[in-house]
């Protein structure tokens, strides 16, 4: 039987739930505070219908008050004091959308203490604070929904503990930076370079405060540490993940690996293996024929393996403006509907239950097994057939040795593709290779995630 989720909502909300408004303060109002405001006034019956009740701004904390009062309008109080929001009597739920890690713990610790729900797009707030946060939600009858922290208006959170709850999953591999992403299409697409292509994404608003976290790969594995933790029901281990970054990255393996039939992606990759998680950011090749290589510009992708539903897919926005707000406002629906029900009865804030995954380990580079790209400069033509030997003479699993087209400026290099192996060993194999006379340079290597089995 099929049942209407507002009807569904029917029995709880008339037993237990207030019609009252559900009161918010919000915390920051930068890109994503407007774009939440125009959002919930655009949509505003809309959304009171879908949450069963209207959603009311009471208080917003800014830095810079003259400018949120262009955007608040009237009747909604104005302070430069997160706490005061955090701990107003008024406030039913706080949305914080300030970013930063050490006062907006602070903040939302307050917050949850005094029995207020937390919305929050912090992803590397809750990747570092929060197994703390989460367990003070807990204590204190409280929900922290976080949709917006991961690939903004993509519900991935919603898919994997709702419309994946039936499952085992078994990976969880994405695009979930959209700054990387838009600077690797650039780089592709228009030629242009990796500076370049950084600056137009730090003036689109795709870039965090900071772009290192971006284009180091840490923002992703911020995200990557809570689809993990959600996909596997295992703890938030953000210090485990191996994270690589774009910077290293040179343009002509990009053009080689197209020349090989891949494309080169920002990847976040959560795997279950018999003896622990795989848990890593990096740049790797990806088959052409995948639609996660045609997830283009600021865009974001994410695949979810799992036994029942198999290979599900889904694509959207990773940054902006009202697409973050889409996001912050389903969990403001969220809590509505949830606000004034047994805590009991609440979708858990995290998976995390008495399974086996709690005690199983991230586990170390050496360990993770991939097909590798290799890009070998050498010094004249005849040398690439002797790579392809070398390779060979150590029974390394060689799946194709070709030479790179000629480029300008390029010289001679060696292509090699190889079957999944550890990447301990074939660490090893590059660190031999690397000063072998027939060498002209320094060797690049990349995984390759063929997003299958
Ligand atoms: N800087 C982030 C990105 C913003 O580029 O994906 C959204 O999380």
New binding site residues.
Partial sequence: MYLDPVQSFEPLRSRCAPTRPLRVGMIGIGTVGAGTFRVLARNQADIAGRAGRAIEMVIVSARNLSRAAGIVGEGIELTDDPLRVATHPDVDVVVEVAGGTGPARDWLLAAIAQGKHVVTAN?ALLAVHGTEIFAAARQHGVAVAYEAAVA?SIPIIKALREGLAANRIEWVAGII???TNFILSKMRDEGLDFGAALAQAQALG???SDPSF?IEGI?AAHKLTLLAANAFGMPLRFDDAQVEGITALQGMDVACAEQLGFRIKLLGVARRREHGVELRVQPALVPATQLMAHVDG?MNGIMVKSDAAGVTMYYGA??GSEE?ASAVIADLVDVARLDGTPAAQRVPHLGFHANAMNALPVLPRAAVCTPHYLRVPVHAAGQVEEVAAWLGRRDLPVRQVVRASDRPGMGVQALALTEPMAQGAWDQAVRVLQVHPMVAGSLATLRVEELAG
């Fill in positions: 992803k903004v930076n959209g700054t795709y870039a965090e971006d923002d600021s990773g940054a973050t």
